[in-house]
C-alpha cells in the first residue's frame, strides 16, 4: 500500500510506502464539543483512522488505486499549527469548512471538499492567487471478513459514509442559493439522522459475527450519526453551511478508516 498526497495546483507528487496496518491519529482537546470523548474512545480501543473535530487537524491517508478520489480545496498552507487555526476561524465565519490538513508539519487550510474534479477546479478558477486543490484517496472496502448473507447489509453501511457526505454536501450549497433557510435545512439533516440510525440498526441485525471488522463498522457509523446529530443543535456564531462542510469532510475520513 502507498500513501498519496498530491497537490494539484503545482502538480507535485509524494509517494512513499507505509505499512499495512493503520496509524492511530490523535484528537483536538480544544473542541469541547460533547463527542470529543466518545470520537476518541473508539479512535484508542479499535484504532479507526480519525479526525478532529476542534482545529480540524488530520493526519495523513492511506489510499490503494481502486478507492474513490475527493478534491479539497485549500486557501493556503502553513507551518505554524496555531496560525492555521487561527485562519481557520475567520474561514469558518465566512461560510467555509474551516478544515486544517495536517502532512509532515505543513498544514493546508480546507475551504470544502469536492467529489467531481471538473467541479473542484471551477470554483478553484474563480479563487485569489494562493488556492489549490488536494486530492484525497479513499481506499476500497475489504469485505472479505463478510460471512454469507452478510454482505449487502455491510455494502449499505459502508454506502452511508459517501452517502451522507452527498447529502451535506447538497444541503451546504442549498443554504448558500437562499433555497433553504436553516430551520428546513435541519430537518433535513434531522432525516439525513434517520437514515443512518436505520442503518446501523440493520446492519447490527444482520450480522452474526463480533470481528473486530464488524466493531470498526458500527463505531464508524455511530460517529457520523453523532457528527450529523451535533448539527441539531449548531453552534452560534459560525454559519450553518460551515459548519455542515466540517461535518462532511470529516465523515469522509471517518469513512477512510474502516
Not at 477546479?121 to 489549490?132: H, M
Not at 466493531?215 to 456564531?237: C, F, R, S
Request: charged share 25%; proline share 1%; aromatic share 10%.
Amino acid at each position: 500500500m502507498f500513501e498519496y498526497f498530491t497537490l494539484l495546483s503545482n502538480m507535485i507528487v509524494e509517494r512513499r510506502s507505509v505499512k499495512n496496518k493503520r496509524t492511530m491519529r490523535k484528537m483536538d482537546r480544544g473542541n469541547a464539543l460533547a463527542i470529543s470523548a466518545i470520537v476518541l474512545c473508539f479512535m484508542l480501543t479499535i484504532g479507526l483512522s480519525g479526525f478532529l473535530n476542534g482545529g480540524g487537524f488530520l493526519s495523513a491517508l492511506s489510499w490503494t488505486q481502486d478507492g474513490m478520489t475527493y478534491y479539497a480545496l485549500s486557501s493556503g498552507c502553513y507551518d505554524d499549527i496555531l496560525l492555521a487555526r487561527q485562519d481557520a476561524e475567520i474561514i469558518r465565519e465566512r461560510g467555509g469548512a474551516g478544515f486544517v490538513l495536517s502532512k509532515d508539519s505543513v498544514y493546508h487550510l480546507l475551504l470544502n471538499i469536492y467529489y467531481e474534479k471538473s467541479e473542484a477546479e471551477s470554483v478553484l478558477s474563480k479563487q485569489t492567487s494562493g488556492a489549490y486543490l488536494v486530492e484525497i484517496y479513499i481506499d476500497e472496502y475489504d469485505y472479505d471478513w463478510c460471512y454469507e448473507g452478510e454482505r449487502s447489509a455491510v455494502e449499505k453501511a459502508v454506502g452511508a459514509f459517501h452517502s451522507t457526505y452527498l447529502s451535506l454536501y447538497k444541503i451546504a450549497n442549498d443554504i448558500d442559493k437562499g433555497e433553504l433557510n436553516d430551520e428546513d435545512a435541519i430537518d433535513k439533516l434531522t432525516i439525513e439522522l434517520g437514515k443512518l440510525e436505520v442503518t446501523k440498526t440493520n446492519l447490527s441485525n444482520s450480522l452474526a459475527s463480533r470481528t473486530d471488522e464488524r466493531l470498526n463498522l458500527e463505531a464508524g457509523l455511530q460517529t457520523i450519526i453523532t457528527l450529523v446529530d451535533a448539527l441539531q443543535n449548531p453552534m452560534i456564531g459560525i454559519p450553518l453551511a460551515s459548519q455542515i462542510r466540517y461535518k462532511s469532510i470529516s465523515i469522509l475520513l471517518v469513512g477512510d478508516g474502516l
